[in-house]
């Protein structure tokens, strides 16, 4: 881990000496986050020691891009339920405050028949703090697309890629459609995996990306991306550079950033509470959002989110989200539960599924969830900070189970 670490801490020098650009050259509003020391605590943002408290303050580190809130807010009454007593974490049983401890919790958030009946927050966080819960951004960027198909901004979810973006015409997109990109099926040669500082394909993208501040994920979907050996629509590959074009489509479609498209027509709409915002993967002037894993809220509100996907779309009296795109989005069809041969999970519209409920999630690295039990009629909000960045899904959801269990007696 520390190999990693001084390598990703090297990053700075490396892209301050191939620049040909002298530092007056650069807009005010991008110098500061371009200096070798914001450079470097980007590429810090996952060290065990401190995530805890770097996945509570990323626009200290990144350029953002604010989802304004506003207009009249969405109350959830507290109605408090103990949900004290012991838990089983694989063989251990615990206390609720060791299970809190145990599994690296930063928040939690627990809704129940649209009433906060708990909620807990933890290592200097509060009812304020705007966690960056990773690719639960996913489950977002689907509810955008499914607001633009609405709209008739997008046509059709069997719209093809280049029809929105002609710039990827020959890159490894060429070929998909959105509804391939929403099931991560685009065929694209993709491998995601989590070993930050090392030369794997996606960190590679990340420590150009969203570390160095050297290109945009959409550039490197059209300019570096190629097809891979399954036919878009064949074959499930988790792919966070599917989202990021997802949220290219959506801006070439509404004509807007996502930020003030999300603003207007879901975060105001549903009456959320506070302002949320998107880590960009650039400085200010040529930035965008990072639309596969950078969306920052707090967890009222993501709990908001989760209840309005429970009641059908309805959120703050009104529909804001079709109907029929919940069931859409959140319901496997047919042949996509599981994901594959021996997996655990089941994956529609960028929402995870699972073959023994009706539950759904939006999930994110370092195990954040948003997770709606129909049954129970509960949502759970978790905000983590785990050492390592995935593993621990079952034993969230299996703690998850059985705190809806003490709520529901």
């Not at 129940?112 to 690719?135: A, Q």
Request: negative net charge; hydrophobic residues 40%; glycine residues 8%.
């Amino acid at each position: 881990m520390q190999r990693r670490f001084s390598k990703l801490a090297g990053i700075a020098a490396l892209v301050l000496a191939a620049s040909n650009q002298p530092m007056a050259a650069w807009a005010d509003e991008d110098t500061r986050w371009l200096t070798p020391t914001m450079i470097n605590a980007r590429a810090h943002m996952f060290d065990p020691a401190l995530n805890y408290l770097t996945f509570q303050h990323m626009d200290q580190m990144f350029a953002t891009r604010t989802v304004a809130a506003g207009g009249r807010m969405w109350q959830l009454p507290a109605k408090p339920i103990s949900i004290e007593g012991d838990y089983t974490l694989g063989e251990r049983t615990v206390g609720l405050e060791e299970a809190l401890e145990a599994t690296a919790t930063n928040a939690l958030v627990v809704v129940k028949d649209g009433n906060i009946v708990f909620e807990s927050y933890r290592n200097g966080s509060d009812e304020n703090t705007r966690f960056l819960t990773f690719s639960v951004a996913k489950s977002y960027v689907s509810t955008l697309i499914g607001l633009a198909l609405a709209d008739g901004a997008i046509k059709s979810l069997d719209d093809q890629v280049i029809d929105y973006l002609p710039e990827t015409k020959g890159s490894g997109y060429e070929g998909a459609t959105i509804r391939d990109l929403l099931r991560m099926r685009s065929g694209v040669n993709w491998l995601e995996v989590y070993e930050f500082g090392s030369d794997t394909q996606l960190t590679t993208v990340h420590d150009n990306s969203l570390v160095a501040y050297k290109y945009r994920w959409c550039d490197y979907a059209a300019n570096e991306s190629k097809p891979g050996p399954n036919k878009p629509g064949v074959v499930f590959n988790y792919a966070t550079l599917d989202t990021s074009v997802l949220g290219c489509i959506l801006e070439r479609a509404v004509g807007e950033t996502g930020a003030e498209y999300m603003s207007e027509k879901l975060w105001k709409p549903a009456g959320m509470e506070t302002d949320a915002y998107w880590i960009m993967d650039g400085p200010d002037s040529v930035g965008r959002e990072f639309y596969g894993a950078g969306f920052n809220a707090t967890a009222r509100d993501h709990a908001r989110f989760g209840l309005m996907f429970l009641n059908g779309g309805v959120a703050n009296g009104k529909q804001v989200v079709p109907a029929d795109w919940v069931r859409e989005a959140t319901v496997p069809d047919e042949g996509y539960e599981p994901t594959g041969p021996g997996e655990d999970f089941g994956y529609q519209y960028q929402w995870w599924t699972f073959p023994d409920n009706d539950a759904y999630a939006a999930m994110g690295l370092h195990h954040q969830f948003i997770y709606i039990d129909p049954a129970s009629n509960v949502v759970i909000v978790k905000a983590s900070h785990t050492d390592q960045p995935v593993g621990r899904d079952e034993e969230n959801i299996e703690f998850f189970k059985q705190i809806i269990a003490r709520v529901s007696e």
